[in-house]
């Protein structure tokens, strides 16, 4: 994995996050959506709980984006036939160097009211790249 999101100094034991990521994981592939809620469960950020599960080997898998993880091809997102103006003005005023943060695409899902994963579709459609992950996948 690159570029982490980054852990923190919670108090909360190594061990701890070990045995919530065991029992979210499945033969040793943790989801997307269940690094946030051992997050959300033990008060720490996505990205720590991404950073335990690089350290104890879990491969993280079933990005809520589509982004990756999915079998047999990586990524499941298609781009969508056009995008509607507002959304694609939501996104580029979202960029930082040129990408949007996987944040800020849950942001702007959010604002709009629709699923993260057509705020990344937009993105593949715009050709724009989604980066940084909030658990450090990408």
């Avoid at 946030?36 to 080997?57: E, H, Q, R, T």
Wanted: glycine share 8%; net charge negative.
């Amino acid at each position: 994995m690159s570029e982490k999101a980054g852990s923190e100094d919670s108090g909360v034991s190594s061990e701890k996050v070990r045995q919530a990521l065991d029992a979210a994981a499945s033969d040793g592939d943790l989801p997307c959506a269940a690094v946030f809620d051992v997050a959300a469960s033990l008060n720490i950020s996505p990205g720590a709980v991404g950073d335990y599960a690089d350290k104890f080997g879990f491969h993280l898998v079933r990005c809520q984006l589509g982004l990756f993880g999915y079998l047999p091809h990586k990524k499941i997102v298609e781009p969508l036939a056009s995008v509607d103006a507002e959304l694609a003005d939501a996104i580029r005023e979202g960029l930082v160097n040129d990408r949007l943060p996987c944040q800020t695409v849950w942001e702007i899902a959010e604002r709009f009211n629709i699923p993260r994963m057509t705020v990344s579709a937009a993105c593949e459609t715009l050709g724009i790249k989604i980066k940084p992950c909030q658990i450090g996948a990408f």
